[in-house]
T-cell receptor, first 113, second 117 residues
Framework: DAGVTQSPTHLIKTRGQQVTLRCSPK?????VSWYQQALGQGPQFIFQ???????QRGNFPDRFSGHQFPNYSSELNVNALLLGDSALYLC????????????FGSGTRLTVV | AQSVAQPEDQVNVAEGNPLTVKCTYS??????LFWYVQYPNRGLQFLLK??????LVKGSYGFEAEFNKSQTSFHLKKPSALVSDSALYFC???????????????FGTGTLLAVQP
């Protein structure tokens, strides 16, 4: 039984570019949340997708957007990349919007140069 | 607003000794509390959670945590540390501001546990 799968594992982008990160949730899960973990910090909530809609958003600008597909997989898009966007991006899947807890993926390490 | 604090950036302990990683919380209402562990260049692994019931919660890899409502603490403990326990540990609380609509987690800043052989 596969857990949460994220791709790619590492990514290097230039300032101003756009990036798309992908997440496949654990089998049986219907909710995907995205977190940003900057170096030396705890993960910060970006947003959550349930039933293909954004349900809640953290304190992140509109440059961060997402999507959830009918098979529950999700994408995180970041436009106009800044150096400060360099971080580990974690996907967490859950059932029923996290009522029973979360399973995290291994993350995508994004470096903006 | 809900929050958690991990007052120690790093905890050092000798292998075989008991370990404690501290966490205090601030919530309105009953807290849902979690501990996760992160190994280098990896995601978060769930250790244990407290929702209700016994104040002593047992989790994965021999870890346990004690919920103390009067002290608003949820410290992580293990009776005998292993070198392989060396990792970054995060305490988290479920955000109740949206009435459970999303159950997002609010994380502490993390505590690096270093177990010396």
């Amino acid at each position: 039984d596969a857990g949460v799968t994220q791709s790619p594992t590492h990514l290097i982008k230039t300032r101003g570019q756009q990036v798309t990160l992908r997440c496949s949730p654990k089998s049986g899960h219907d909710t995907v949340s995205w977190y940003q973990q900057a170096l030396g910090q705890g993960p910060q909530f970006i947003f959550q997708y349930y039933e293909e809609e954004e349900r809640q958003r953290g304190n992140f600008p509109d440059r961060f957007s997402g999507h959830q597909f009918p098979n529950y997989s999700s994408e995180l898009n970041v436009n106009a990349l800044l150096l400060g966007d360099s971080a580990l991006y974690l996907c967490a899947s859950s059932l029923d919007r996290g009522a029973y807890g979360y399973t995290f993926g291994s993350g995508t390490r994004l470096t903006v140069v | 607003a809900q929050s958690v604090a991990q007052p120690e950036d790093q905890v050092n302990v000798a292998e075989g000794n008991p370990l404690t990683v501290k966490c205090t919380y601030s919530v309105s209402g009953n807290p849902y509390l979690f501990w996760y562990v992160q190994y280098p260049n990896r995601g978060l692994q769930f250790l244990l959670k407290y929702i209700t019931g016994d104040n002593l919660v047992k989790g994965s890899y021999g870890f346990e945590a004690e919920f103390n409502k009067s002290q608003t603490s949820f410290h992580l403990k293990k009776p005998s540390a292993l070198v392989s326990d060396s990792a970054l540990y995060f305490c988290a609380v479920r955000d109740l501001n949206y009435g459970g609509a999303t159950n997002k987690l609010i994380f502490g800043t993390g505590t690096l546990l270093a177990v010396q052989p």
